[in-house]
Nanobody
């Protein structure tokens, strides 16, 4: 199970840190991803961290967002800085134990999903 938290309302330029706590899995073996879905849009890849801690990002968040993991706490984080109104969305964490490189940004490839946390960025 995945439990996401940390969303909220923030002004443009502000920061938020999302957390996703995992249970019932060998967390350190899983690839962990963050996706987001804005109203009327499809779910979009944001960032991913592999079990090796290699990370990948959506181009538009590079330099502003940082994904990290704490295997001792079974938790993945998404630090979001310099937030923009276009970042407004419900953010979901996801996990999968066997993704290949070409599938890391594919939401359909992930087996486990959290419930989502809403991030609203006002202008």
């Amino acid at each position: 199970q995945l439990q996401a938290s940390g969303g909220g309302l923030v002004q443009a330029g502000g920061s938020l840190r999302l957390s996703c706590a995992a249970s019932g899995m060998s967390f350190n073996r899983y690839t962990m991803g963050w996706f987001r879905q804005a109203p009327g849009k499809e779910r979009e890849f944001v960032a991913v961290i592999r079990s090796s801690s290699i990370t990948y990002y959506l181009d538009s968040v590079k330099g502003r967002f940082t994904i990290s993991r704490d295997n001792a706490k079974n938790t993945v984080y998404l630090q979001m800085n310099n937030l923009k109104p276009g970042d407004t969305a419900v953010y979901y964490c996801a996990a999968d134990g066997g993704l290949i490189l070409s599938s890391l940004s594919d939401a359909h490839a992930y087996d486990y999903w959290g419930q989502g946390t809403l991030v609203t960025v006002s202008s």
